[in-house]
């Protein structure tokens, strides 16, 4: 069942806050009371910014916190021991992240305020990367975060869903039968994703990390093979458009994710504001798909990983082919969204039920088209109401760059900047 508080975080930045030299925040879009979204920021913690996250915290209705670093029992105890932070997004990499993690877990877990929030899942906490998928089909052979998560005890999957990356495969790296780059770019997330979802524990939440494109430390999509100068691919055709980016972060929020947090965009001369607009124009989606998700009784429509095209069953990633969506009986509407990232035309086959009726018929998508198809119900059926072209953005000609420096937005009229980076 969907739930209409979802928050969609929207970029991770960092701002100067009263009394601190270098204090880091990131900001959110939230939709908790309504679906336009608004920009909240949250904080970066530390040992030397306890004060002024303090005061920042105490004006911020949903109370947000990021540690990147290890922060002393009295920084738990004065922060989390005065509000209840809502989210919690550790920041630890390398083989002492497990502990790390559980340790500010339980550190959080017995602070007076959250802490009671966090054992009955009303607050959360997740780690960079850790998500309880057993199996990760769409990594290359790379161990699964499984147990990782499970360790730490946290409540929050926080998987990165970066295309690009080399913990994605690739027909570039030649162990991906994807139909082309951009196909598997586009698929394989949202398939991880999905299997996190479906593995996700009772009463957890889910905010992956996505980007338009990083590949930090993957050769097979170094345009020149040499790292010494940088990672940068440079491709016509093949590098995820604006549009691309809007709608797999709307298959994001159709399959389930309770938010989404963004990195630095990964794409040259692509600016935060403009990552910040993609990410809140996905993530509200079009009309059709706000008028179900204003149902708080909205469902899913499938968290298939298989998709028929052309009469055809494949996997998401074989065929290049996406179809998420949701439905609302007290409607009586149901809204898809197919995507094609193919080269070719297709004949997509809805799933064959939906909701207990029956969806018939094979729908026409062009290549490197996304389409919305709206039904009505009608009995034991969903008839086509009708359908159209949305996020229609051909220019998937640019140059990625996984780390393009220092970032920057303006939001709530504070500049934000961000540099990390990420594999």
Known sequence: MFRIWIIAMSLVAMVALAGAARANTFSFVSDRLTLDPGVTPGAFLTDANVAAVDAFLARQPVKVVKIARDVSPATIAAIYGKYKIDYTFA?????????RTRSLMSRIKASSVTGPAVSANRAFVGNYHFFPTVVDRTAPALPSPYANYFATGINMATEDLYPGSPGFRNPASGDSTAPNI???????P?????????????????????NRFNNWGNLSLD????????????????????????????????RGAD???????????????????????????????REILADPNARRATLDTQVKTDGVLKSLENAGVVVSGA??????????????????AHAVSMPARIGGRTVS?????????????????????????????????????????PEPGMGAVVAGGALMMLRRRRC
């Open 327 to 344: 439905y609302s009986e007290i409607k009586g509407k149901l809204v898809l969204l197919v995507s094609n990232l193919d080269e070719s």
């Open 91 to 99: 920041d630890f990499e390398g083989p002492d992240a497990v502990e």
């Open 190 to 210: 949202i398939e991880r994703m999905t299997l996190t979802n479906v593995t996700l524990p009772a009463g957890h939440a889910h905010v992956p990390y996505v």
């Open 259 to 289: 938010g989404v947090q963004g990195l630095d965009g990964g794409v040259v001369g692509y600016t935060q504001q403009q990552f910040q607009a993609d990410i809140a124009a996905g993530w509200n989606g079009t009309a059709e798909v």
């Open 182 to 188: 951009r196909s598997a770019l586009f698929t394989l």
């Open 361 to 401: 018929g094979n729908f026409n998508v062009d290549a490197g088209a996304h389409q919305i198809l709206e039904f009505g119900a009608s009995g034991a059926t969903w008839n086509l109401v009708e359908g159209h072209v949305v996020f229609e953005d051909h220019n998937r000609a640019g140059t990625g760059v």
């Open 223 to 254: 345009t020149d093979r040499n790292a010494a100068n940088g990672y940068q691919f440079v491709t016509l055709n093949q590098l995820p458009s604006r549009g691309d980016f809007r709608a797999q972060v709307l298959h994001y929020r159709l």
